[in-house]
C-alpha cells in the first residue's frame, strides 16, 4: 500500500532514543527519505540516512535537508525555535504518538484504543487493563504500548491488534491530530515537569488533549475534583467524573479481588474497570456473564518491576523499589502506603523543581537526600544530611533502619521499611529508572545487617 510519507523528506529529532530509533525503521519502511538529528552524537543511525544532522537542532538545519515532514521523540520541547520555523513554513509537525497513529489509519488499521494519563499511575492503569483483557475468556488481542516502553511506531511495524492500551505522557500530547482514543482518562494532575512547563495550567492544557479528537460516543473519564475543565470547552466526547463513592456502585468486589497495597491502586482499578465496561457497552459484551473472569483476572495481577516492588525483607526491614516515582506525588502516595510503620524513604535524582515540603517534620519517617536534586530536597525538607548518590544514601538509610529493627522485631506492622521513592526523574546518575531500580536491588542483595 502506497504512504503518503513515500518519497518525502523527513526530519526526524531526538532520533536515537527508542521512540526516536523505532520512527527511523517505521520512516524507512514507508520509504521515506531520512534526516536525523540528536544531542546524542553516540551510536549508528537506526537505518540508512540521507543526512545526520547531529546535534545540531537550529533554524539552520531546515535549510540544510528541505524536509516536507518534521517529526519529533517525546522528549525534545516542542518550544525549540525549530519548530516554529516550520510552521512559518507549512512544515508540518508531528509528534511520534500521532504519526504512528496517522500511518496506522492511513493503512487500513482501526483498533479499539484505550488511552491513559495523569501525573501518577499510568504505567499501573495501563497494565491492570491490558492483562484484564488478556485474561478474559473471548482473549481479545491486546498490547500496551506508548509511554510505558514499546512506541506506537513499533507496533505498527510489529503487526497492530485487535485493542491498544496506550500510555500518554503530557509530551505525546502537546501535539494531537490524529490521535484519537475509543477510552480514555486523566487519572490525576499534579505540579510535574515544571522545567518544560511553564505553569500546571499549560501542563493540564497537554493532558487534557487526549480527548481532543474524540467523538460523540467516546468516553473521557476524569476525576471528581478535576479543577481544569475550562480545557474541554472544544471536545465532542462524553466527559464523565469518577469519584470516591464510585468505590461502592457495583464495583466493590472487584477492589477486594486486588492483591496490592495502597489506595491509590484501588483508584487505578476504578478507572481501568470503568474504561474496560465502557469497552464491553460498545462491543455488546456482557459485563455480568465476565464478572468471575473479571475478579480472577484482578486477583492475579501483581506489582510492576520498579513500582511499589517488594525487593526483600532481610534482618526485621522490608526492602521497596519505587524507582518509578518520579514525581512528588508519586512519592507521597508511597508513602502513605506504609502507615504506621516508620519509613526510611531515599530521595533525589535529576532536579525537576518539584516541591518536596509535604516530606518535612513527620516523626514517621526520615528522608535520605541523594544525587543532584539532594540540596534541594535537604533544605525542603529539613533532613539532617544529603548524600552524593544512591549508594551512600542507602547505607545511611540501612543504619539507622537497623538500629529501630531489634525493637520492633515482635510487630510485624511496625518494622522499619527502607524505600526508594525518589520523587526525581533518574537521568543526573541513570540512564532511566529501571537503571536506578536494578542498582537499588543489587544494594539490597548485597548488604548484610
Request: charged share 20%; net charge negative; with cysteine.
Amino acid at each position: 500500500m502506497a504512504s503518503f510519507l513515500e518519497r518525502k523528506r523527513v526530519l526526524v529529532l531526538g532520533a536515537m532514543g527508542k521512540s526516536g530509533r523505532s520512527l527511523q525503521e517505521l520512516l524507512h519502511e514507508l520509504g521515506a527519505i531520512i534526516s536525523i538529528t540528536d544531542q546524542d552524537q553516540e551510536g549508528k543511525p537506526a537505518v540508512p540516512v540521507e543526512m545526520d544532522l547531529r546535534p545540531e537542532q537550529g533554524r539552520s538545519v531546515l535549510d540544510q535537508c528541505k524536509p516536507d515532514y518534521l517529526v519529533t521523540a517525546p522528549g525534545v520541547p516542542l518550544a525549540l525555535p525549530i519548530f516554529e520555523a516550520a510552521r512559518s513554513e507549512g512544515i508540518p509537525v508531528y509528534g511520534e504518538l500521532d504519526l504512528a497513529f496517522h500511518v496506522m489509519e492511513d493503512q487500513g488499521h482501526s483498533p479499539y484504543v484505550f488511552a491513559i494519563t495523569g501525573t501518577d499511575g499510568k504505567s499501573t492503569t495501563v497494565s491492570m487493563i491490558e492483562h484484564i483483557l488478556k485474561q478474559l475468556p473471548f482473549a481479545p488481542s491486546v498490547v500496551a504500548c506508548g509511554n510505558i516502553g514499546l512506541p506506537l511506531s513499533q507496533v505498527v511495524l510489529d503487526g497492530v491488534p485487535d485493542i491498544l492500551v496506550v500510555e500518554c505522557s503530557s509530551f505525546q500530547l502537546e501535539s494531537v491530530d490524529y490521535f484519537h482514543a475509543n477510552t480514555a482518562c486523566i487519572l490525576n494532575i499534579a505540579s510535574a515537569h515544571m522545567d518544560r512547563y511553564d505553569s500546571i495550567d499549560e501542563y493540564a492544557q497537554a493532558k487534557a488533549n487526549i480527548g481532543r479528537m474524540q467523538g460523540t460516543e467516546d468516553l473521557l473519564l476524569i476525576g471528581a475534583d478535576f479543577p481544569y475543565l475550562n480545557e474541554f470547552d472544544e471536545m465532542s466526547g462524553r466527559l464523565e467524573r469518577l469519584d470516591v463513592e464510585s468505590f461502592g456502585n457495583g464495583y466493590g468486589p472487584f477492589l477486594e479481588s486486588l492483591r496490592i497495597p495502597g489506595k491509590h491502586n484501588r483508584w487505578n482499578l476504578l478507572f481501568a474497570l470503568r474504561m474496560i465496561q465502557d469497552y464491553f457497552i460498545r462491543n455488546g459484551i456482557s459485563w455480568d456473564d465476565n464478572k468471575d473472569a473479571l475478579k480472577e483476572a484482578i486477583g492475579s495481577f501483581t506489582e510492576l518491576p520498579h513500582r511499589m516492588e517488594v525487593v526483600a525483607e532481610k534482618s526485621g526491614i522490608l526492602f521497596i523499589n519505587d524507582s518509578k516515582a518520579t514525581t512528588v506525588q508519586s512519592a507521597k502516595m508511597a508513602l502513605g502506603s506504609f502507615s504506621g510503620r516508620p519509613v526510611h524513604i531515599l530521595m533525589g535524582g535529576l532536579d525537576k523543581k518539584g516541591d518536596f515540603s509535604p516530606f518535612r517534620g513527620n516523626a514517621s519517617h526520615r528522608v535520605y537526600p541523594f544525587g543532584q536534586a539532594a540540596s534541594q530536597i535537604q533544605k525542603q525538607t529539613d533532613a539532617p544530611h544529603s548524600y552524593p548518590d544512591l549508594t551512600a544514601a542507602f547505607q545511611a538509610a540501612c543504619a539507622m533502619a537497623s538500629r529501630q529493627s531489634p525493637a520492633l522485631a515482635a510487630n510485624e506492622d511496625e518494622r522499619p521499611v527502607v524505600l526508594l521513592s525518589p520523587g526525581c526523574p533518574s537521568q543526573d546518575q541513570y540512564r532511566n529508572y529501571e537503571e536506578r531500580g536494578k542498582h537499588f536491588r543489587s544494594l539490597v542483595e548485597e548488604w548484610k545487617a
